[in-house]
């Protein structure tokens, strides 16, 4: 306990010219195989089964699962008992023996816990930190010292995950065995482990004696069932003294440097043969040479920032840092983020000196108010909205005073237009109507009416008849909150049939409804309660409880699906109104989609299935009995070539590419970057162009030019990964229920473009 550490000797066992060191070790999982043995992956191993079996023996089962690379593989499997590993609800664990002898543990989800989408989704995080790992070390000798992944089935009637058979023996049945060098070297291959994972942008948090496994040459840290992407908010983990202060409490972010507290931890342990206090540097640290290099670094204190970087720490053991010795591959989504930085500066220079993107391509086309009959204008007579709310100049005039309900407060001098008919609408009391449960409307007539509460209670839920339906024309109104208070916004999803736009409005205003836009300063309220209402029942509950939705019909009139009045802070509310068509309308340069040319903003939805040049998706493709398209989306194209444009033929209105589904390539290290993290809690321009510029390089390398048309077209279009259910369907429903991911961010990137969020600067962040 005594002998001083001599890094630089040759012979040490951390000195990278060690005939054994043992960082570089990677000796299989007897009696599985290793890197340099036939894989049981590979069509000619004797276990890989590429034809039907015969029937197993009484004892075996098969299994199917994927590999880490989402290859389907199937094997015989016979299973030992269960046991429940401690720490992790819900799950149970077991020894496998695949094929003819590959021994493998278990951890799956029970049927029993599955009501707990919390428990699902923890296992869902484990897989794709254990599946990026592999994906990234599972190839390099470093890599023995992190769990390694076989295989998973999240979609399994029990979801589970397969590991490789862990060598050696927890680090608490080591106590008072090891010697200086074995101590060392356990230290010097946790701050590898670290590295590695900071390099992956990870965070383990549960490194701890019982966690940290020791064979006599490696170490090797348990499954990351607890890990966290790096600057995701801390969850309170673990307890003293192996957890660091904020993880244990859940402040800030979770920091790589999280893990080399529990790393100093279990260095004291080691040498001290004791756990410390938890809370800082223990008192005695000094009696321990061996340490005296980490105390120093700071590693012992309580807060992360204050402790140096793994690679830093590996520096002051002598440990040699493999990822800095390397010059790293060749990233293949380079071209696609510099054609990305390209396309920018191209649709830049087209509106140079040309109108700001996101103008009104209307503005010249609204009403002159200097042609109107003044005896025909409605706003020359005293409304019933000026006897409620004051004022004799008339809807919307610089001198209307803010009504009790937020309405007509922000001054207006064109009129509003109709977003069916696309025709100009101004506000008559004689025109408000009612609609009963079968459909019927009903003249409503306020003008007996004198109690302000009542008749403000009555418009919030009334009609306007839309003046302009002739003959032949399907007769339409517009909820009233829609002409009374501030710019409305119109948004468009589009895409072809069975794309998922229905799945995905149903999941925004899901989100909506949950309190999402909140983070951002942002309320909402119905537009029109009752039609909210049925909304909600219809579409969002029953996506909730994890039914899958029924297709959206065709129609013979374009009618919004939903709208909501937004508001920030206490500024004017906006009525935000949302178009969800049938694919089947959208491709067809028919009459029903003559709205298009009027709608403010689009959510362009693209289908992974469709698009994707990954063959992991072939599987999916043939039970869907979709296929791929490399001429891209033909509603695209159809509403793309339906829109005004403006200076340098771009599409002026705001625009959105959401690649739905894309938990069908969760595991494709770009899309994990994004769809593994939760939104952050303010909009951040400056992700939100990071987000665009790797989804357009996703595309670019996986899909074909066509499938980036929107952001070609539009001079504004954001890019992102989204999934409106997490999962993919059997028969009806969703059998491990529905969890949306990231789908307010196409949304919140339109409102920043339209200057509906505070703090971003209208069109903020795409054509800058």
């Not at 009501?115 to 890599?143: I, N, T």
């Not at 966690?211 to 673990?238: K, N, Y």
């Not at 000196?353 to 503005?363: E, H, K, M, S």
């Not at 009139?557 to 949302?578: E, H, I, K, Q």
Request: proline content about 10%; charged content about 25%; hydrophobic content about 35%.
């Amino acid at each position: 306990m005594t002998d001083p550490i001599h890094p630089n000797d040759p012979n040490h066992p951390n000195h990278p010219n060690h005939p054994i060191n043992p960082i570089y070790l990677n000796e299989p999982d007897a009696p599985g195989p290793d890197a340099t043995q036939s894989h049981p992956f590979d069509p000619h191993h004797p276990d890989h089964l590429s034809e039907p079996m015969s029937p197993p023996h009484p004892y075996y089962e098969e299994l199917e699962f994927l590999s880490h690379r989402e290859e389907p593989v199937r094997f015989t499997v016979r299973f030992g008992d269960d046991r429940r590993p401690p720490g992790r609800p819900g799950i149970l664990a077991r020894r496998a023996t695949l094929g003819a002898g590959w021994p493998v543990l278990q951890f799956r989800l029970t049927a029993s816990a599955q009501a707990d989408l919390h428990a699902y989704g923890l296992l869902e995080r484990e897989v794709a930190a254990a599946v990026s790992l592999e994906r990234r070390y599972g190839d390099e000798k470093f890599g023995a010292v992190l769990a390694r992944v076989i295989g998973f089935d999240l979609a399994a009637p029990e979801p589970f995950v397969l590991y490789r058979m862990p060598r050696g023996r927890p680090l608490t049945e080591w106590a008072g065995r090891l010697g200086p060098e074995e101590q060392e070297r356990i230290i010097g291959q946790l701050a590898l482990a670290v590295r590695l994972l900071e390099k992956a942008e990870l965070v383990h948090r549960a490194v701890t004696p019982d966690t940290v496994r020791w064979d006599g040459v490696h170490v090797r840290l348990s499954e990351p069932f607890a890990a966290l992407r790096a600057g995701e908010a801390r969850e309170p983990f673990g307890g003293a003294p192996w957890a660091s202060p904020e993880q244990r409490e859940g402040l800030g972010a979770a920091d790589p440097r999280d893990d080399l507290w529990s790393v100093a931890q279990l260095g004291y342990y080691l040498l001290s043969g004791r756990p410390g206090r938890g809370e800082g540097p223990p008192g005695d640290l000094a009696d321990y040479r061996r340490l005296a290099a980490l105390a120093q670094s700071g590693l012992f204190s309580p807060r992360a920032a204050d402790r140096p970087r793994p690679a830093e720490l590996m520096r002051l053991l002598n440990v040699p840092d493999p990822l800095a010795a390397t010059a790293g591959s060749a990233d293949p989504l380079a071209r696609g983020r510099a054609e990305y930085d390209r396309q920018l500066a191209r649709k830049r220079a087209a509106f140079e000196g040309g109108p700001p993107p996101g103008v009104d391509p209307y503005a010249d086309a609204g009403v002159d108010d200097d042609v109107v009959d003044p005896a025909q204008d409605p706003r020359s007579r005293t409304t019933l909205i000026d006897r409620i709310f004051g004022g004799g100049e008339g809807l919307g005039r610089p001198g209307a005073p803010a009504s009790p309900l937020e309405a007509s407060a922000a001054p207006r001098s064109r009129s509003r237009m109709c977003p069916h008919c696309l025709l100009p609408v101004e506000y008559d009391e004689r025109l408000l109507v009612t609609i009963d449960a079968k459909g019927n409307r009903i003249r409503l007539d306020l003008s007996g009416e004198r109690r302000p509460a009542h008749i403000a209670d009555a418009l919030r839920k009334a009609y306007h008849r839309c003046p302009h339906t002739v003959e032949g024309d399907e007769e339409h109104e517009l909820p009233v909150p829609y002409l009374t208070n501030g710019e409305p916004l119109s948004v468009a999803l589009v895409g072809s049939s069975s794309v998922g736009k229905t799945h995905l409005l149903a999941a925004m205003l899901g989100e909506i409804e949950l309190g999402g836009l909140a983070p951002y300063g942002l309320r909402s309220r119905p537009l029109n309660p009752e039609t909210h209402r049925t909304y909600l029942r219809e579409r969002v509950q029953n996506l909730q409880q994890g039914r899958q939705l029924g297709r959206t019909g065709q129609q013979t009139f374009a009618r919004f699906a939903d709208g909501l009045l937004v508001s920030a802070g206490g500024g004017t509310p906006r009525p935000v109104v949302f178009f969800d068509l049938a694919g089947e309308d959208l491709a067809q340069d028919g009459e029903v989609a003559r709205f298009l040319m009027g709608v403010d903003a689009f959510v362009f939805v693209v289908d992974p299935l469709r698009a994707l040049r990954l063959g992991s998706l072939d599987p999916v493709r043939d039970q869907s009995g979709l296929r791929r398209r490399d001429l891209g989306d033909e509603a695209f194209a159809t509403v793309l070539d339906r829109i005004p444009r403006q200076r340098g033929g771009l599409v002026a209105a705001p625009a959105a590419l959401a690649v739905n589904k894309s938990d069908l390539v969760r595991f494709e290290p770009t899309v994990d970057r994004w769809l593994g993290r939760a939104l952050p809690g303010r909009y951040d321009p400056a992700e939100a162009r990071d987000e665009s510029r790797d989804a357009y390089a996703f595309l670019a390398h996986h899909a074909s030019p066509a499938w980036l048309k929107p952001f070609d077209d539009c001079a504004n279009c954001s890019l992102h990964f989204v999934a409106a259910t997490g999962g993919q369907a059997r028969g009806d429903r969703f059998p491990h229920g529905v969890r949306p991911r990231r789908v307010l961010a196409p949304l919140l990137s339109l409102f920043a473009m339209c200057g509906l969020l505070p703090g971003a600067e209208p069109t903020e962040g795409i054509v800058r």
